[in-house]
């Protein structure tokens, strides 16, 4: 395993070019009679830069198996690697350094720090990682540029809209390069047009080779994808390539390809 920088990124040479595997992935809670299967027996392959999008009613395990991939919990059975790196048998701080380092993660309600600014909160990552502030600060604020925020570098959460702090999120979210960015609802609290700001976003990632994973219920995220996987009851029940992608009609119908574009 060659180590490519910081202490959790490293590429895969286990002869497997999965940027994301599992096997026989389980997350159940509780037993007996409470028992719940919240991922049951799953088996994944992700590409490096397939973007996946992953649908499912309430309560099928969605946010269970994003959480297991991004080290956020452990799975009760079964075997995880992202890039190569086994994660069902990493130490706590290995986890940690991997979170940190690998893993970019968007949620449905933000989750940026309230008291600091949309440019504290993209170079914090950076500076837990190590980063120098001059170093950071100047990563942050193109980072800001990227996702359409230089003239709200120095706004707080609150003086933001919905879609900016998203914006500022996803942001925070690529300070580390990671190697695969997961999303939970990430449109879920915005309203139609910053879904669409979101969305633009999103498949601007998709289109720099960049891995995600998308927790969505929102068809128009799911049609920008590669491929979408439909869970039920902890397990995958149909998985399907979309093989338009942004640039056919799926995109069209996801509103990204418009006449002013
Ligand atoms: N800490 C926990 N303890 C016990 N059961 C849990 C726990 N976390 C989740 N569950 C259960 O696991 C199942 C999957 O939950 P999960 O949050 O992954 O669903 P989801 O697909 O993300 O749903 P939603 O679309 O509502 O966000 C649910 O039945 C939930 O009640
Ligand atoms: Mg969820």
Redesign the pocket.
């Known amino acids: 395993m060659t180590r490519m920088k910081g202490t959790a990124k490293t590429v895969n040479d286990t002869g497997n070019s999965s940027m994301v595997r599992a096997r026989d992935l389980c997350k159940h809670?509780?037993k007996d009679a409470g028992l719940?299967r919240?991922v049951d027996h799953v088996d994944l392959d992700v590409a490096p830069g397939q973007t996946l999008a992953i649908m499912?009613?309430?309560?099928?395990?969605?946010?269970?198996?994003l959480h297991l991939l991004g080290g956020l919990d452990r799975p009760s059975a079964g075997e995880l690697w992202l890039a190569g790196q086994r994660l069902d048998q990493m130490s706590e701080r290995g986890m940690a350094a991997l979170r940190r380092d690998a893993v970019g993660f968007v949620f449905q309600a933000f989750h940026l720090m309230d008291e600091l600014t949309a440019v504290e909160n993209v170079e914090l990552p950076l500076l837990l990682a190590g980063r120098s502030a001059r170093n950071s600060r100047r990563r942050a604020i193109d980072l800001l540029e990227q996702v359409g925020l230089a003239d709200r570098a120095r706004h707080l959460p609150s003086q933001l809209s919905g879609g900016q702090r998203q914006r500022a999120a996803i942001a925070r979210a690529l300070a580390n390069e990671p190697l695969v960015v997961l999303a939970?609802?990430p449109t879920g609290n915005l309203d139609s047009e910053a879904t669409l700001e979101v969305l633009r976003l999103l498949d601007s990632l998709h289109q720099a080779g960049q891995t995600v994973v998308i927790?969505t219920?929102d068809s128009r995220i799911a049609a920008t994808a590669d491929r979408l996987i439909s869970?039920r009851d902890?397990v995958f029940v149909d998985d399907t390539r979309l093989t338009g992608g942004t640039a056919g009609e799926l995109g069209a119908l996801a509103g990204l390809t418009t006449l002013d574009d």
């Open positions: 809670y509780g719940v919240a499912g009613p309430s309560g099928c395990g969605k946010s269970t198996l939970d609802e927790v219920h869970m902890g």
